[in-house]
């Protein structure tokens, strides 16, 4: 059996067993494939089978929009790839790809795969600094930008090959020529499984960003695990809101629809408006939408009943999703929303299926291909403690390593287990429960406290829209929680509405849980959306021995 027939072999497996959870666990394993190219021998095969299929759907503010069907998008990556390699591109080549959801962004994936180039997939909030620290240590060979992009490279990618999507720029290449090259590809020899891809850079919430080197496979045929998660048909319409250069743009924008044969959907907003969100679900008709909690938490403000969606399954990932948001869809639409967990270096590796009893607030059960297990500080497996992966056999979604690092490939790949630095519960059922990152749980009067638990409760509260809890340093207990709180509209910082708060949790949690401190503030996040808590943890410092923030109150304020 051919590399395309095993692979195909491998995600109809995982469709026919839908709903089949225990199933798809016994059954499913990665295909072996010493050779194989996910663009040549997979996507352009479905383009050829059924080539009128959408792939493609980008619709912008205005109305106007763009569909491309797999055989387009086929012929119109093939050209790219020819035009990439008459400029200098070659097998291996590391491409800096900075671009915002348009057109080009599928069709140089397509092609820098069918060329066995390196794509660095680059969003376009980085700064020159940003940017310069990616070209010297990423070693990029090529730039791909948009005009807007063009600025930030002033004095910078001299000596690389620099390409500009849109209007002209002196200096720069412009894509429009990729129209006039030959749509005759002709491969460079045969793709190994192990051949490098993808080189992401990691969101650095506390140190430089550590380079992910994902390989030809880990990728592409490791997202089945994400099309499984969320329950992809063919033909279906998938939404994920998701700014390109992050990895979950690659889970959910590129591999796992499109391993599905499904519609990869994009609607382009210059800012995030849950009316217009909502309006466009309705009008397009999407089957499938994943969002991250931020945006679930902005939806459910509305009045989410009044918008009759034809959606059929509902994702959340990229930070846990608190139960309090599930419940609040769940009752408008009838659907839940399925939790899924992964990394940058992974693809989805635990989630709740399609089908399956939904625990609210738990992260779900092992992915298809995975063998995730509990691992305490001495590396014990229990039934909590960190996430890791076990390593023999070594999971195909799992990345290659770290570039440049081979310290940190020994310790994080080299060994029995890849641990991912979360920490998480499992139950009876074997559905896992989301603690924390390991270096963000804390220990008051010597009792363990989860951030993330006090955050679910604390946006039950009407007022309260966002949340991060930190130890706050404390002379007789060591620390006690704090809660940063961003309030929804309509409510105003205080200290009723303090008081208000703190009673709420502490009426609903352990006695040792209680908030003991609040403060009414913006959430430092980082460029992908994430609560940097380490900075809080800093801002914080000793509070005994720095002034009161405007907007701050302690227990004893509240007595």
């Given at each position: 059996?051919?590399?395309?027939?095993?692979?195909?072999?491998?995600?109809?497996?995982?469709?026919?067993?839908?709903?089949?959870?225990?199933?798809?666990?016994?059954?499913?394993?990665?295909?072996?494939?010493?050779?194989f190219?996910?663009?040549?021998?997979?996507?352009?095969?479905?383009?050829?089978?059924?080539?009128?299929?959408?792939a493609?759907?980008?619709?912008?503010?205005?109305?106007?929009?763009?569909?491309l069907?797999?055989?387009?998008?086929?012929?119109?990556?093939?050209?790219?790839?020819?035009?990439?390699?008459?400029?200098?591109?070659?097998r291996g080549?590391?491409?800096?790809?900075?671009?915002?959801?348009?057109?080009?962004?599928?069709?140089?994936?397509?092609?820098?795969?069918?060329?066995?180039?390196?794509?660095?997939?680059?969003?376009?909030?980085?700064?020159?600094?940003d940017?310069?620290d990616?070209?010297?240590?990423?070693?990029?060979?090529?730039?791909?930008?948009?005009?807007?992009?063009?600025?930030?490279?002033?004095?910078?990618?001299?000596?690389?090959?620099?390409?500009?999507?849109?209007?002209?720029?002196?200096?720069?290449?412009?894509?429009?020529?990729?129209?006039?090259?030959?749509?005759?590809?002709?491969?460079?020899?045969?793709?190994?499984?192990?051949?490098?891809?993808?080189?992401?850079?990691?969101?650095?919430?506390?140190?430089?960003?550590?380079?992910?080197?994902?390989?030809?496979?880990?990728?592409p045929?490791?997202?089945?695990?994400?099309?499984?998660?969320?329950?992809?048909?063919?033909?279906?319409?998938?939404?994920?809101?998701?700014?390109?250069?992050?990895?979950k743009?690659?889970?959910?924008?590129?591999?796992?629809?499109?391993?599905?044969?499904?519609t990869?959907?994009?609607y382009?907003?210059?800012?995030?408006?849950?009316?217009?969100?909502?309006?466009?679900?309705?009008?397009?008709?999407?089957?499938?939408?994943?969002?991250?909690?931020?945006?679930?938490?902005?939806?459910?403000?509305?009045?989410?009943?009044?918008?009759?969606?034809?959606?059929?399954?509902?994702?959340?990932?990229?930070?846990?999703?608190?139960?309090?948001?599930?419940e609040?869809?769940?009752?408008?639409?009838?659907?839940?929303?399925?939790?899924?967990?992964?990394?940058?270096?992974?693809?989805?590796?635990?989630?709740?299926?399609?089908?399956?009893?939904?625990?609210?607030g738990?992260?779900?059960?092992?992915?298809?291909?995975?063998?995730?297990?509990?691992?305490?500080?001495?590396?014990?497996?229990?039934?909590?403690?960190?996430?890791?992966?076990?390593?023999?056999?070594?999971?195909?979604g799992?990345?290659?390593?770290?570039?440049?690092?081979?310290?940190?490939?020994?310790?994080?790949?080299?060994?029995?287990?890849?641990?991912?630095?979360?920490?998480?519960?499992?139950?009876?059922?074997?559905?896992?429960?989301?603690?924390?990152?390991?270096?963000d749980?804390?220990?008051?009067?010597?009792?363990?406290?989860?951030?993330?638990?006090?955050?679910?409760?604390?946006?039950?509260?009407?007022?309260?829209?966002?949340?991060?809890?930190?130890?706050?340093?404390?002379?007789?207990?060591?620390?006690?929680?704090?809660?940063?709180?961003?309030?929804?509209?309509?409510?105003?910082?205080?200290?009723?509405?303090?008081?208000?708060?703190?009673?709420?949790?502490?009426?609903?949690?352990?006695?040792?849980?209680?908030?003991?401190?609040?403060?009414?503030?913006?959430?430092?996040?980082?460029?992908?959306g994430?609560?940097?808590?380490?900075?809080?943890?800093?801002?914080?410092?000793?509070?005994?021995?720095?002034?009161r923030r405007d907007?701050?109150y302690?227990?004893?304020?509240?007595?």
């Open positions: 059996m051919g590399s395309t027939e095993t692979f195909l072999a491998a995600r109809d497996l995982l469709q026919d067993a839908r709903t089949d959870y225990e199933r798809a666990c016994r059954e499913f394993a990665w295909p072996d494939m010493p050779e190219n996910w663009a040549l021998d997979y996507f352009d095969v479905q383009a050829a089978r059924a080539p009128e299929r959408p493609l759907w980008i619709v912008q503010e205005d109305g106007s929009e763009q569909r069907s797999y055989a387009q998008l086929r012929e119109r990556s093939d050209r790219a790839a020819g035009f990439l390699r008459g400029l200098g591109v070659s080549d590391r491409l800096l790809v900075m671009l915002p959801n348009v057109v080009p962004l599928w069709e140089i994936t397509l092609a820098a795969i069918k060329l066995g180039a390196v794509l660095c997939p680059t969003t376009t909030l980085l700064s020159t600094a940017l310069a990616r070209l010297e240590r990423g070693r990029i060979r090529c730039v791909i930008v948009d005009a807007d992009g063009v600025a930030k490279f002033e004095g910078l990618a001299r000596d690389c090959i620099r390409i500009v999507v849109g209007p002209a720029a002196e200096g720069w290449t412009p894509w429009s020529q990729a129209d006039a090259a030959s749509a005759a590809l002709v491969p460079d020899g045969p793709t190994r499984r192990d051949d490098p891809l993808l080189l992401y850079f990691t969101s650095g919430t506390t140190a430089r960003p550590k380079m992910v080197v994902h390989t030809q496979q880990s990728y045929v490791g997202h089945l695990s994400t099309m499984y998660w969320i329950g992809l048909k063919p033909g279906g319409v998938h939404w994920n809101i998701s700014s390109a250069g992050w990895a743009h690659a889970w959910s924008c590129v591999f796992a629809p499109w391993n599905a044969g499904a990869v959907f994009v382009n907003q210059a800012r995030f408006d849950a009316r217009r969100t909502l309006d466009v679900l309705v009008r397009c008709k999407v089957t499938t939408l994943c969002a991250p909690p931020t945006v679930w938490r902005a939806l459910i403000l509305e009045d989410l009943k009044a918008w009759p969606v034809a959606l059929e399954e509902l994702l959340s990932a990229g930070e846990p999703l608190n139960p309090e948001v599930i609040r869809v769940r009752q408008a639409w009838g659907l839940t929303i399925r939790d899924g967990y992964g990394q940058t270096e992974t693809t989805c590796i635990v989630g709740n299926s399609p089908g399956q009893p939904v625990k609210s738990s992260m779900g059960r092992p992915m298809p291909g995975y063998r995730v297990v509990l691992l305490d500080p001495d590396g014990r497996e229990s039934e909590t403690g960190e996430v890791a992966l076990a390593l023999q056999p070594r999971p195909l799992l990345m290659a390593g770290y570039a440049g690092d081979e310290a940190r490939n020994r310790e994080v790949v080299g060994g029995s287990h890849y641990r991912t630095a979360d920490v998480a519960g499992r139950d009876d059922d074997g559905y896992f429960w989301y603690v924390g990152r390991a270096d749980v804390f220990k008051s009067s010597d009792y363990r406290i989860s951030p993330f638990e006090l955050e679910s409760v604390l946006i039950e509260h009407e007022a309260v829209a966002e949340a991060a809890v930190v130890p706050s340093p404390d002379a007789r207990r060591l620390a006690v929680p704090k809660a940063f709180v961003i309030l929804r509209p309509g409510f105003a910082p205080g200290r009723e509405l303090a008081r208000s708060i703190v009673d709420f949790v502490a009426a609903r949690v352990a006695p040792y849980q209680k908030i003991r401190r609040i403060e009414f503030a913006e959430l430092p996040k980082t460029i992908s994430k609560i940097r808590r380490v900075q809080l943890r800093e801002l914080e410092g000793v509070p005994a021995e720095r002034a907007g701050e302690r227990e004893e304020d509240l007595a």
